[in-house]
T-cell receptor, first 112, second 118 residues
Framework: RKEVEQDPGPFNVPEGATVAFNCTYS??????FFWYRQDCRKEPKLLMS???SGNEDGRFTAQLNRASQYISLLIRDSKLSDSATYLC?????????????FGAGTQVVVTP | EPEVTQTPSHQVTQMGQEVILRCVPI?????FYWYRQILGQKVEFLVS????????KSEIFDDQFSVERPDGSNFTLKIRSTKLEDSAMYFC????????????????FGNGTRLTVT
């Protein structure tokens, strides 16, 4: 089983619509969870950290479900500029703070 | 906003040659990393570095790879004898703290060096 799994998409989303997708992780010792976005051939950029209680940043909402070992990202009122690949990122646990596991990414395409 | 800067943006080298990829982390950051991404694949961890020594490295980071912080600002990745399969985008990253702290410090990535081995 892959350490971090994501639906590759693409998710084709009309502008203004809502899109949501999940990521599953295999290591139950993982403590830190993040969503990064990556535009084509560019560096990953932090979108948001994901906390146990769930958290929101503007149009973006992230949830963590430790029991089922998945995190989710929801984008409301999608903008054309939201088109990107969204990377689920998980650390391996307290003993491995520097080694992040990246998912392969979920591609989102927002259309006019 | 402070940035991680990497040079060069693109490096072409012949198989068997040595390359050095350079990075200037954000100035008040203490933890440094190299990741790479082969075209069409996911981002992979190579190495983490703290207090002038390697903290952790992946299976990819074999004896052909080394890292160094030669002065107070630069952080370099050296590949001693490049192979075709080393062709990838190499990302340097830095963070102020580690993940295990509350409000953990996110990694800030540089814009990458595209390494092409011919």
């Amino acid at each position: 089983r892959k350490e971090v799994e994501q639906d590759p998409g693409p998710f084709n989303v009309p502008e203004g619509a809502t899109v949501a997708f999940n990521c599953t992780y295999s290591n139950s010792a993982s403590q830190s969870f993040f969503w990064y976005r990556q535009d084509c051939r560019k560096e990953p950029k932090l979108l948001m950290s994901v906390y146990s209680s769930g958290n929101e940043d503007g149009r973006f909402t992230a949830q963590l479900n430790r029991a089922s070992q998945y995190i989710s990202l929801l984008i409301r009122d999608s903008k054309l500029s939201d088109s990107a690949t969204y990377l689920c990122v998980v650390n391996r646990g307290a003993d491995s703070w520097g080694k992040l596991q990246f998912g392969a990414g979920t591609q989102v395409v927002v259309t006019p | 906003e402070p940035e991680v800067t990497q040079t060069p943006s693109h490096q072409v080298t012949q198989m068997g040659q040595e390359v050095i990829l350079r990075c200037v982390p954000i100035s008040n950051h203490l933890y440094f990393y190299w990741y790479r991404q082969i075209l069409g694949q996911k981002v992979e961890f190579l190495v983490s570095f703290y207090n002038n020594e390697i903290s952790e490295k992946s299976e990819i980071f074999d004896d052909q790879f080394s890292v160094e912080r030669p002065d107070g600002s630069n952080f370099t990745l050296k590949i001693r004898s490049t192979k075709l399969e080393d062709s990838a985008m190499y990302f340097c990253a830095s963070s102020r703290g580690t993940w295990v702290q509350p409000n953990n410090s996110p990694l800030h990535f540089g814009n990458g060096t595209r390494l092409t081995v011919t």
